[in-house]
């Protein structure tokens, strides 16, 4: 295949137009049409159609785009590779959801960097989907998620530690500190996640599994952050990690909702590429730190 060929088309697609990508690249409009036709010749297929004043990639257009900009990502992190091993500076690109970020890795990064100084920490914040995409993009070196069950063809996902899930409210809610039958809950109003939180998956799977009513809506929230501090003003009760409700819980910001007969866990995964079987010196070092066996 025709690589430069393939990296004008890539950028053809991603930027939607023909124009845009040759002011891109430097190149005349009629550079770049000449050069998807060639594209389309070699591989004997269709790859864009034209819409209004931009176009509009094929299904197979679309295949081979996402392809190619893998290939792209890889190259580009090979050459950085390259220089860390020239310059004796390491860049570490880490993809992760925002429970670990946040609550988990922070005391780990700051030592690993202590020890290191010449390495350098690029971190990425996304939801789990997020997550597999830059790692399928080559554009990070592993990734972090909390999730129940996770399964990705191209990915491995090995747990190194499970998260207990809290029922918190204002200790002024009727329900604060008590222990109560999980049915109890699908009577009053909750502070949801947004759609695609990990978080929201859970909560849906706990009610669902134990044959029960999900809560009432009562406020739906953007981030774990913002949902807490909904709760601690006084509102309704929500679902949430016990990293990023400990201290509210202590303050008395925050309290427990005990559910009988029910124990809530998700699980911290450590997310590498299946086709890379050498295991990164920040993942041994993490492992080394939460004793864990390799």
């Known amino acids: 295949m025709n690589l430069h060929a393939l990296r004008i088309f890539t950028s053809v697609a991603r930027l939607g137009s023909i124009t845009a990508a040759a002011n891109e690249l430097r190149l005349s409009q009629p550079a770049v049409t000449i050069q998807i036709r060639n594209l389309e010749k070699e591989l004997n297929l269709k790859l864009i159609e034209s819409k209004g004043r931009g176009i509009q990639l094929t299904t197979e257009g679309q295949y081979i785009y996402e392809q190619g900009q893998r290939l792209f990502y890889l190259e580009e992190q090979m050459t950085e590779k390259i220089k860390t091993f020239i310059t004796k500076e390491e860049k570490i690109q880490i993809a992760s959801s925002y429970i670990p970020i946040n609550y988990v890795l922070p005391p780990y990064i700051a030592e690993y960097k202590l020890m290191k100084p010449n390495v350098k920490f690029f971190i990425s914040l996304g939801n789990v989907k997020n997550v597999e995409e830059q790692l399928l993009n080559y554009q990070a070196d592993f990734g972090f998620v909390v999730q129940g069950n996770l399964e990705r063809e191209e990915l491995n996902f090995e747990?190194?530690?499970?998260?207990?899930?809290?029922?918190?409210?204002?200790?002024?809610?009727?329900?604060?500190n008590?222990?109560?039958?999980l049915k109890t809950l699908s009577k009053e109003e909750?502070?949801?996640r947004e759609k695609g939180s990990a978080t929201l998956d859970l909560?849906?799977?706990?009610?669902?599994?134990?044959?029960?009513?999900?809560?009432?809506?009562?406020?739906?929230?953007?981030?774990?952050?913002?949902?807490?501090?909904?709760?601690?003003a006084g509102y309704g009760f929500m679902l949430a990690p016990s990293f990023s409700v400990t201290n509210s819980i202590e303050s008395q910001k925050l309290a427990r909702i005990y559910i009988d007969g029910v124990d809530i866990k998700q699980s911290l995964f450590i997310?590498?590429?299946?086709n890379e079987t050498i295991e990164h010196p920040f993942i041994q070092f993490l492992k080394e730190k939460l004793d864990i066996k390799c």
């Open 159 to 176: 747990k190194i530690l499970d998260i207990d899930f809290y029922f918190v409210a204002h200790p002024l809610h009727k329900l604060a």
């Open 178 to 181: 008590q222990t109560v039958p």
């Open 190 to 192: 909750i502070v949801y």
């Open 203 to 232: 909560l849906e799977a706990i009610f669902y599994t134990n044959d029960c009513p999900l809560p009432k809506v009562g406020v739906q929230m953007q981030g774990l952050h913002e949902s807490i501090k909904v709760v601690e």
């Open 271 to 274: 997310c590498t590429r299946k």
